[in-house]
């Protein structure tokens, strides 16, 4: 087990929180919550050592196509495929963009 971690530049906190996927056989699990202004951080723990490399392109690639809310981003993989970490990610996105408003 590894556990990795990456900064990136982001726009304004996340207005709430997402949990996408589950931890299983070729999955992986996405939590988000809102983060530090101008700050997307990830967290990243991994089965599959010495693929820090991997991860940070799939996450420049990914994080440079548009701008993302401040959040922090806890990935619990499991050797999940690229394809599947992108897909995991834009469903948690989605989740935030669709949450309900909150009446405090």
Known sequence: ME???FEFSAGAPARGRAVVGCVGS???EVLLE??????LSVAVVTSVNGS????RHLFERLFAEREWPALHI???DFGATPGVVRLRLEQGLEELAFEAPRHD
Request: charged share 20%; glycine share 16%; no cysteine.
């Open 26 to 28: 070729g999955d992986l």
């Open 74 to 76: 806890d990935i619990h």
């Open 52 to 55: 820090s490399e991997r991860w």
């Open 34 to 39: 809102p983060g530090t202004a101008g700050l």
């Open 3 to 5: 556990t990795l971690a």
